[in-house]
């Protein structure tokens, strides 16, 4: 309860507030089925405490055991960048519990997996995300590293991310509607749109030449 109610100050970037009702909408608009996730290094408890965890189907982070009076009393969870990626391989097989490992490494065809990696957006702000980063671009979807405002550092580090090919986007840390990082969505988007509906004519055209 003490790490959850931390949550309840954890400062947001600008426009998070109402990000996710923002893109919602318009994934609707486009035919599109919106999911979010977040993949954290940091403590679940304390995240699972934000205005913003509802927004989240799973919330995948470091955790703890607690005993019968609610003290943790063994880490149940580490993550770290390395350990990330397998979080994107349990959305993009749909084996979202943690406890599951089998369905996990088991094999599954490309077809039936629930959410291919071309159909997500990655969105990191550190080094812990590189490898998540890379595996969603190089499977055909659209990673964005983002930094905070006024910090030319963090800006040069995450251009060099995209001019490793790590990353295809980079935008200020500023959620807000209409600013760079709304906008790189929204088209990635119609991007996503777009793409599918090709697909799909492109077997109806195989399916009419059988």
């Known amino acids: 309860s003490m790490l959850r109610a931390l949550g309840k100050d954890v400062q947001l970037f600008d ?3 109402d990000w996710f009702a923002r893109v919602n909408d318009y994934a609707e608009s486009k035919g599109l089925v919106p999911e979010h996730y977040i993949i954290s290094s940091g403590l679940k408890e304390i995240i699972e405490g934000t205005p913003i965890a509802k ?3 799973e919330i995948y982070a470091a955790s703890f055991c607690y005993d019968e009076h609610g003290v943790a009393c063994w880490p149940a969870m580490a993550v770290n960048y390395t350990s990330k990626t397998q979080f994107l391989f349990r959305v993009n097989k749909g084996v979202l519990d943690v406890t599951e490992h089998r369905a996990l490494n088991e094999f599954m ?3 039936k997996r629930r959410v291919p990696f071309s159909n997500m957006i990655y969105i990191g702000d550190g080094l812990t995300d ?5 595996l969603v671009t190089v499977n ?13 550092k963090r800006k040069a580090a995450a251009q060099q991310l995209v001019e490793d090919h790590r990353a295809d986007f ?4 500023d959620y ?15 991007y996503t749109e777009a793409r599918i509906q090709m697909e799909r004519l492109m077997r109806k055209e195989q399916s009419n030449k059988k």
């Open 176 to 190: 807000s509607e209409n600013r760079e990082l709304d906008k790189i969505v929204k088209s990635i988007l119609d």
């Open 170 to 173: 980079i935008a200020p840390a």
């Open 15 to 17: 426009g998070v507030s």
């Open 55 to 57: 927004e989240f189907k």
């Open 140 to 152: 055909g979807g659209k990673s964005i590293a983002v930094y905070g405002n006024n910090s030319e």
């Open 109 to 111: 065809p490309e077809e």
């Open 130 to 134: 590189v490898p998540c980063m890379k």
